[in-house]
């Protein structure tokens, strides 16, 4: 285990910990591995083999605002704490920028800018009209009560009210939050603008203008993705194997529906502990056993194994779907199957892509991968704005159109350049985005 940086330390529930592989040891002192760092070393790959004007490259690389505020807000035993929130309009683009909110003691500048950054080339490869963006706050959303969360929620909203708007930055969730933080979010925001505006925030409860399929789609994405990887690698579905590191709303239903496709999970893991079943696990029993205990930790029939087991698992597929920098320098060797597909952003670091990639495991990167959630996020604003709702079958089916295309659109990109799907995934994103900033100029 890499030792523990005082971010680390700081962090009370240990189960963070655990999942925590965020540091690069020189000799005796631990530094954090900086995520957005990750990014440019991916962007700097891909720029390099687009060979495009530099300034404008310089341009589309970095983020346009970062904004930090601090919010007071009432506790339950009626003291006042501080937190710290951001918000990173990484680019504004091909549209609004676009980009979930994340609520995690772990949260930093550096981290939100990389997602936002990573929000910017999703929405370009899944070609929606969005920029990209991301918000935190750090906080442990599991030790403050409801009343807390809708406190701290409306004062993030009502602090940074002028920089949120359906057509200039729409949140939506990520890990952390969900459909209940995003309904303060619309409510905070309608009632300052003094009218209903459903289309400020997407991933909203259905019967406030969310869409349907929304919550399922980054794991329906997941699926689509890794059927088309191993259609690809020529791996039979039907008989796969497979783990799982996370199982919040992207593992677990990248693995039920996988489960679905006939998949068989052998390793699941979740901020609590990892299980192990050589028989394969029944992924919709263990969803039911989740829904009580709250983990999946104890599930009947189940042994419970070392949560690194599950990335070094012998198995076909293998789906990060926690947080960044899981799979490093450091244990990048010991990963032993064939596909990796990130339903989490960046689990995967640029050193350990290298060594993925000389060992033959094929990636499916974040930006592709998880996409689903960003395209019925777009279909979601697309149904608020014209105030017609589709079927749960229409969004589907138009979620599964956007996902082939892009996979191929990327496979395409990769083969004729020679280069791992997330460098293909790259190369296409910032030609999107370059592309249009050349027929619009740059404001000077
Ligand atoms: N937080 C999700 C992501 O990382 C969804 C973002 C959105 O729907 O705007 O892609």
Not at 68 to 79: E, R
């Amino acid at each position: 285990m890499p030792k523990k940086t005082i971010a680390d330390q700081k962090r009370k529930t240990p189960r963070k910990q655990k999942h925590s592989k965020s540091v690069v040891s020189r000799k005796n002192t631990t530094i954090p591995i900086s995520v957005f760092d990750n990014v440019l070393k991916q962007f700097g790959e891909a720029a390099r083999k687009l060979k495009l004007d530099p300034s404008m490259l310089e341009f589309v690389k970095m983020p346009r605002r970062s904004t930090i505020v601090n919010l007071p807000v009432q506790m339950d035993d009626g003291t006042f704490k501080m937190f710290t929130g951001y918000r990173v309009q990484h680019s504004i683009i091909r549209g609004p920028s676009k980009g979930g909110i994340r609520y995690h003691p772990g949260v930093t500048l550096d981290e939100v800018q990389a997602l936002a950054s990573w929000m910017t080339w999703k929405s370009a490869v899944v070609n929606i009209p969005f920029g990209g963006a991301k918000g935190g706050i750090v906080c442990d959303p599991y030790r403050l009560s409801k009343g807390e969360l809708e406190r701290l929620t409306r004062r993030y909203v009502a602090d940074m009210i002028d920089i949120f708007g359906p057509d200039d930055d729409i949140p939506a969730p990520d890990v952390g939050t969900g459909p209940n933080v995003m309904a303060w979010f619309m409510d905070t925001y309608s009632m300052k603008e003094n009218r209903s505006i459903p289309g400020v925030v997407t991933g909203k409860p259905i019967i406030l203008g969310g869409s349907l399929g929304r919550s399922e789609a980054t794991g329906r994405g997941v699926m689509l993705t890794t059927r088309e990887a191993c259609k690809y690698l020529k791996l039979d579905l039907s008989s796969a194997t497979a783990s799982v590191q996370g199982f919040g709303n992207v593992g677990s239903i990248s693995a039920k529906l996988l489960h679905e496709l006939g998949v068989k999970f052998l390793y699941v893991s979740d901020v609590n502990g990892a299980i192990y079943n050589p028989r394969g696990i029944d992924i919709p029993k263990l969803l039911k056993h989740v829904e009580k205990q709250k983990t999946i930790v104890g599930f009947p029939g189940s042994k419970k194994v070392d949560p690194e087991d599950v990335l070094h698992a012998r198995v076909d597929i293998l789906i990060p779907a926690a947080l960044e920098n899981q799979i490093t320098a450091d244990n990048a060797a010991r990963v032993r199957c064939k596909l990796i597909a990130e339903g989490a952003n960046g689990p995967v670091t640029p050193e350990a892509d290298k060594i993925l990639e000389k060992n033959k495991i094929l990636v499916v990167p974040d930006i592709l991968c998880n996409a689903g959630g960003v395209t019925v996020s777009y279909f979601e604003w697309v149904q608020n704005r014209i105030g017609y709702f589709w079927t749960e079958e229409e969004v589907n089916r138009r979620l599964e159109e956007k996902m082939v295309a892009a996979f191929k659109d990327v496979l395409d990109m990769s083969l004729n350049n020679k280069v791992s799907l997330r460098i293909g995934a790259f190369m296409l994103a910032i030609a999107r985005v370059v592309d249009v900033v050349q027929l619009r100029g740059i404001y000077s």
